[in-house]
């Protein structure tokens, strides 16, 4: 058996605070750097679209060659192939007599059987897999040597101050020394969307700001919103914001792939602390990465009830799937001008404002009362921060079969546009044809009687659609 180890990476594509690269470089005289390209990943859902989309498989492909030239100059490189893990680590194990695989642990059913998997490969010629925990904030074996992951409170500020009280965040790991590739190794090249099957999409000026996968581009957003334009000490009030870079640190990319960690982040918020000002806002982001970490202990909580019907508290579905009914929601033709921004921005760029999300959520399945497991495959198509833990985890809170407290949480669409879009402003963005309508009207088009329709030049059923919803008994009720 040779002196080498194979680091499989996953969604931890960085070189900072990496533990199974770290590792790997300190235990072995040689390393060899995988990424696998995995099909499934690119095969389409029940729902009849990919899993993932173009927005995060441009992204995707950036942070592979943004790792490959870090890795580079490390004095390795990034062996990238294009098929199962489970095949391709164990052919890669075997023909460099490798002595272990070190990879990073993921939290959900497709991962796990990954790694089952390949341990079984591996298995057969008696090379260990050996995973670190490395995506959340807090540790996950500090965590559950104080509480079994049994005992996970269903909710969230229950588990805040049980973090906040009783568990430290472990320091980060540095970048490691330089790395030896052993001898004959293929390293591969790096596909091009097309050759996933994937068309490039069209950059949209109106997009919040462009997303660069790496994590030289993580640290340098990281360096803008905390040190540049000093935005993090205002974070908690602009946090709700809709339009715009500078309105919250659009980390969530860089934070889904892995390539920056939620401790480096810690850590530069403790320095901005120290050296700039401690306040409500620099607590509220990490506030927010408390929120990331929950989804992902939850889903080890629950397993599969994350994805199922009636999610983590296992009820009856309650909602239908109308294809037709559905795509005006995913198109963002509903007829309701705030959802229809919404969903026409993530069309567009990728990217939904957390408060977008809450609202196209709830409306698709409180007020539409459509599957939200639709919904949530449609998000995990084109959101360039897809997360399966941030993401199912959301959908089962908004569509109360989560961990929300409150019964029947409900996000009233008019009641939310008073507060977050006043002056329509983002509606007009997004739906151009509106852009006349006065403010009183911008966001109930529906109101319009047919002169005005023809004075605005709106008319409902030719410029912008007729609600999908029975509206009356909407604004009435709220429902
Ligand atoms: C239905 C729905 C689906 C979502 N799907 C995803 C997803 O797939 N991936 C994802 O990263 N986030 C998801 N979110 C959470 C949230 O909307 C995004 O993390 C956030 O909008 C990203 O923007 P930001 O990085 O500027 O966030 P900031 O406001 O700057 O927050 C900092 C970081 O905290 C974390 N965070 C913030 N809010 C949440 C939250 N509610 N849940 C979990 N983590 C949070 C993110 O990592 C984020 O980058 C979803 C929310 C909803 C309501």
């Known amino acids: 058996m040779s002196n080498t180890i194979i680091v499989w990476f996953r969604n931890d594509l960085r070189i900072r605070d990496n533990e199974a690269l770290y590792r790997a470089v300190q235990d072995a005289q040689t390393v060899i750097p995988v990424y696998c390209i995995d099909p499934r990943q690119f095969a389409k859902t029940p729902f009849g679209?990919?899993?993932?989309?173009?927005?995060?498989?441009?992204?995707?492909?950036?942070?592979?060659?943004?790792?490959?030239?870090?890795?580079?100059?490390?004095?390795?490189?990034?062996?990238?192939?294009?098929?199962?893990?489970?095949?391709?680590?164990?052919?890669?194990?075997?023909?460099?007599?490798?002595?272990?695989?070190?990879?990073?642990?993921?939290?959900?059913d497709e991962e796990?059987?990954?790694?089952?998997?390949?341990?079984?490969?591996?298995?057969?010629?008696?090379?260990?897999?050996?995973m670190f925990w490395g995506s959340t904030l807090y540790h996950y074996d500090d965590l559950t040597a104080l509480l079994p992951i049994e005992n996970l409170p269903d909710v969230f500020t229950q588990f805040r101050q049980f973090a906040e009280t009783r568990l430290q965040v472990r320091p980060t790991y540095p970048v490691p020394p330089p790395i030896t590739?052993?001898?004959?190794?293929?390293?591969?090249?790096?596909?091009?969307?097309?050759?996933?099957?994937?068309?490039?999409?069209?950059?949209?000026?109106?997009?919040?700001?462009?997303?660069?996968?790496?994590?030289?581009?993580?640290?340098?957003?990281?360096?803008?919103?905390?040190?540049?334009?000093?935005?993090?000490?205002s974070y908690e009030e602009t946090r709700n914001r809709l339009i715009g870079g500078d309105y919250s640190s659009k980390l969530s990319a860089w934070l889904?792939?892995?390539?920056?960690?939620?401790?480096?982040?810690?850590?530069?918020?403790?320095?901005?602390?120290?050296?700039?000002?401690?306040?409500?806002?620099?607590?509220?982001?990490?506030?927010?990465?408390?929120?990331?970490?929950?989804?992902?202990?939850?889903?080890?909580?629950?397993?599969?009830?994350?994805?199922k019907p009636g999610g983590l508290k296992q009820l009856p579905p309650n909602t239908t799937y109308q294809p037709a009914l559905f795509e005006r929601w995913a198109k963002g033709q509903t007829g309701i001008p705030f959802i229809?921004?919404?969903?026409?921005?993530?069309?567009?760029?990728?990217?939904?404002?957390?408060?977008?999300?809450?609202?196209?959520?709830?409306?698709?399945?409180?007020?539409?009362?459509?599957?939200?497991?639709?919904?949530?495959?449609?998000?995990?198509?084109?959101?360039?921060?897809?997360?399966?833990?941030?993401?199912?985890?959301?959908?089962?809170?908004?569509?109360?079969?989560?961990?929300?407290?409150?019964?029947?949480?409900?996000?009233?669409?008019?009641?939310?546009?008073?507060?977050?879009?006043?002056?329509?402003?983002?509606?007009?963005?997004?739906?151009?044809?509106?852009?006349?309508?006065?403010s009183g009207r911008i966001h109930e088009p529906y109101l319009l009687q047919p002169p005005e329709q023809r004075y605005v030049g709106v008319v409902l059923g030719v410029q912008y659609p007729h609600p999908c919803i029975d509206i009356t008994h909407w604004r009435a009720t709220g429902k």
Not at 77 to 103: M, N, Q, R
Not at 119 to 126: C, E, G, Q
Request: proline share 5%; aromatic share 14%.
């Open 49 to 108: 679209f990919t899993k993932t989309g173009p927005f995060r498989a441009q992204f995707l492909l950036q942070c592979l060659h943004d790792l490959r030239y870090s890795l580079q100059d490390l004095g390795a490189d990034l062996v990238v192939k294009t098929g199962k893990p489970e095949e391709i680590i164990f052919a890669l194990a075997k023909y460099h007599k490798a002595k272990a695989v070190y990879c990073h642990q993921e939290a959900t």
């Open 112 to 130: 796990y059987r990954v790694e089952d998997a390949l341990i079984n490969h591996l298995d057969t010629i008696d090379v260990p897999l050996e």
């Open 181 to 233: 590739l052993p001898p004959n190794v293929q390293t591969g090249s790096i596909p091009a969307l097309q050759e996933l099957g994937l068309t490039p999409p069209t950059p949209d000026a109106r997009a919040v700001m462009p997303f660069t996968g790496g994590e030289t581009a993580a640290l340098l957003r990281l360096k803008y919103y905390l040190w540049e334009k000093d935005l993090l000490k």
């Open 256 to 307: 889904a792939l892995g390539c920056i960690s939620p401790r480096t982040i810690y850590e530069e918020v403790q320095r901005y602390e120290q050296e700039r000002v401690k306040n409500k806002s620099t607590y509220w982001l990490i506030f927010e990465l408390l929120w990331r970490d929950y989804f992902r202990f939850v889903a080890v909580k629950y397993g599969n009830h994350l994805f």
């Open 340 to 438: 229809d921004a919404n969903m026409r921005e993530l069309n567009a760029t990728g990217f939904m404002s957390n408060r977008g999300r809450q609202n196209a959520a709830s409306f698709l399945v409180k007020d539409m009362k459509q599957n939200w497991q639709a919904g949530a495959a449609w998000f995990e198509h084109l959101l360039i921060d897809y997360d399966v833990c941030s993401n199912y985890g959301n959908w089962n809170y908004i569509a109360g079969i989560g961990n929300d407290p409150r019964q029947d949480r409900y996000f009233n669409v008019l009641s939310q546009t008073a507060k977050y879009d006043a002056k329509g402003e983002f509606v007009k963005l997004w739906c151009p044809e509106l852009r006349k309508l006065p």
